[in-house]
């Protein structure tokens, strides 16, 4: 007989505003991950289970939930079966619209911080010259650009889920990128940014956001260099002002 995979699955309905575990079988397949569990079932049980997804390989990030308590990628989650049921819920620290299905926008917002858009405002940029980068220079941006905004490190910190206007691990890492990057010329607006009331200082360096981040871009590690330059820039931008 056909071995069966068992998933539990958070369903939430936004008219009741309640929510509850549902479990359904499917036939197990070789290699199968959650998402193509949670597909089968869409597919074959139940059309109307919620849930995103895209690319299937781990780089869309829009299939970031919490399975078996920890928030981590459907597509690059496999079915191990051999440990019994497996459980899948909306990600931690948003509000959810439908079943797995939760709203971003506000963590979206806090992408501003890192003002990601001034990158290409390169003020002495000219279509005549090329905007060389040394492969060392590039190597110090490398881990920071890995990032999918998948979400899983805002679900996965504490002080996203005690303060949301923290701005975040991954808008932190953001920053981190294009104050490292050669190319950058407005490092001080950025910094006023970052040292903000609910930027880099909330983080209390608990580390669960590089744990869990898929693409290992180490969120924490860009959080307490940020800190460090923020204290250098708060410092100067005093004693500057003190001369005036
Ligand atoms: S479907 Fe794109 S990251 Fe999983």
Redesign the pocket.
């Known amino acids: 007989m056909a071995k069966k995979v068992s998933l539990k699955i958070r369903r939430y309905n936004p008219e009741t505003q309640k929510s509850h575990l549902e479990e359904f079988e499917i036939p197990e397949k070789k290699g199968m991950t959650v ?1 193509d569990a949670v597909n089968h079932i869409k597919d074959t049980q139940d059309s109307t289970l919620a849930h ?13 939930t919490i399975i078996n308590g920890k928030p981590a ?4 989650t496999f079915c191990e079966t051999d440990k019994g049921s497996i459980t899948v819920e909306p990600l931690r620290n948003f509000p959810v619209i439908k079943d797995l299905i939760v709203d971003t926008d506000n963590a979206m917002e806090h992408f501003r911080t890192a003002m990601p858009y001034t990158d290409i405002i390169n003020r002495h940029a000219s279509l005549d010259k090329e905007m060389i980068q040394t492969p060392e220079q590039r190597k110090k941006i490398e881990q920071s650009s890995q990032c ?1 905004k ?1 979400m899983l490190c805002y679900s996965a910190c504490p002080v996203v889920g005690h303060n949301p206007n923290f701005i975040g691990p991954a808008a932190a890492a953001l920053a981190y990128r294009y104050l490292e990057d050669s190319h950058d010329e407005i490092p001080n607006e950025r910094m006023d940014s970052l040292t903000q009331k609910n930027g880099v200082w909330q983080c209390s360096f608990i580390g669960e956001c590089s744990v869990v981040c ?1 693409k290992k871009v180490d969120p924490a590690i860009a959080l307490q260099r940020l800190k460090t330059m923020g204290v250098l820039h708060v410092t100067k931008a005093l004693l500057t002002k003190r001369k005036k």
């Open positions: 998402l995103r997804w895209s690319c299937r390989m781990g780089i869309c990030g829009s299939c970031g990628l459907m597509c690059q999918i998948c898929p």
